[in-house]
């Protein structure tokens, strides 16, 4: 009898996760953001600002931790022209303020400081691992 309502359980269970699932991927996706949450999507492209409002580049992408599921890094794309040049940046999470004025990220960090900043060019191999996060931490004054 014990099997036969672990059985039953593990049906129920397995059912209503399915009906979670699907419901998850009909839900709208502006209806899921808040003022505290916002889609990875939107927030690639955006702008970065100096703290001086100067524009100094835009969020190429995000990295995040495999097992913590945390953003470590926004990649922020800057110089260059028409992508010859193009430096990009791992700047930690935490050293981005949203400005809704600015509709963009601001960084804690001086312009000048900002290109000795650890960086790479696109077809560069840059290995994200404890050492460069160390590293990429410590430049901008952030806690690893």
Known sequence: MQNTTETLTQTID???????????RSRPLERDETSFLIASDKVEGTDVFATDGDKIGTIDKLMLGKRSGRVEYAVMSFGGFLGIGEKFTPVPWESLDYSVDKNGY?????????KGAPNYHRNDEYIFDRAAGEQIYAYYGVMY
Do not use: S
């Open 14 to 24: 397995t059912e209503q996760l399915d009906k979670r699932r699907e419901f998850d």
């Open 106 to 114: 601001v960084v804690n960090i001086d312009k000048d400081r900002l």
